[in-house]
């Protein structure tokens, strides 16, 4: 974080990273540009660290929900800016990408972390003929969760949230919440 010039956290980060790693849920509201990525990266990349069982293949630790592929692909972006040297894998799946690429990358890859569209997302679940195990799920975050039911993606969040464990700890990240 230091090499890329991250030395001192914003109020939103500083109010939700001890939250989130004391295994607690949170709800966030914040404008743009105050650091809400990092308020959950940085926790997220923290627990799988920690993790007392590394994670075995095709067990999934954490899933990062984005209502679009731009959202998506920022996230991805700034885990790779400095999460990369964590150790800990990440994978990035958005509509408008070949699925059948995507299930073969996954088999051959198994991230510890989804960067994901709910539709893709969903899309995989149902067809990860690999076992994709997400038993060992800790941590699940909606960016931009009001933006997610605004588009209209309950339904598929429902169907998501039906496949995952219900122990784990759970991150609202918004603009603006309603």
């Not at 105050?34 to 959950?40: A, E, I, R």
């Not at 150790?87 to 299930?103: H, P, R, Y």
């Not at 588009?151 to 603006?176: D, K, V, W, Y």
């Amino acid at each position: 974080l230091s090499r890329e010039g991250f030395e001192v956290m914003t109020p939103v980060q500083a109010a939700t990273i001890p939250l989130f790693l004391s295994h607690k849920d949170v709800a966030v509201e914040a404008v743009t540009g105050s650091g809400k990525t990092l308020s959950f990266l940085i926790p997220v990349l923290q627990m799988l660290l920690r993790r007392e069982h590394k994670l075995k293949p095709y067990e999934v630790g954490a899933i990062i929900i984005s209502p679009t592929r731009e959202l998506a692909k920022q996230i991805y972006q700034v885990y790779r800016g400095f999460g990369r040297e964590s150790k800990i894998e990440a994978a990035l799946l958005v509509g408008g990408t070949n699925v059948v690429q995507d299930l073969e990358h996954l088999k051959h890859f198994q991230p510890d972390i989804l960067i994901a569209t709910p539709g893709r997302l969903l899309d995989i679940i149902q067809r990860a003929e690999f076992s994709m195990k997400l038993s060992e799920l800790e941590d699940l975050v909606l960016d931009e969760a009001d933006v997610l039911l605004d588009l209209g993606f309950e339904n598929t969040l429902n169907e998501i949230l039906s496949t995952l464990p219900r122990q784990r700890r759970t991150g609202l990240f918004s603009a603006t919440q309603t």
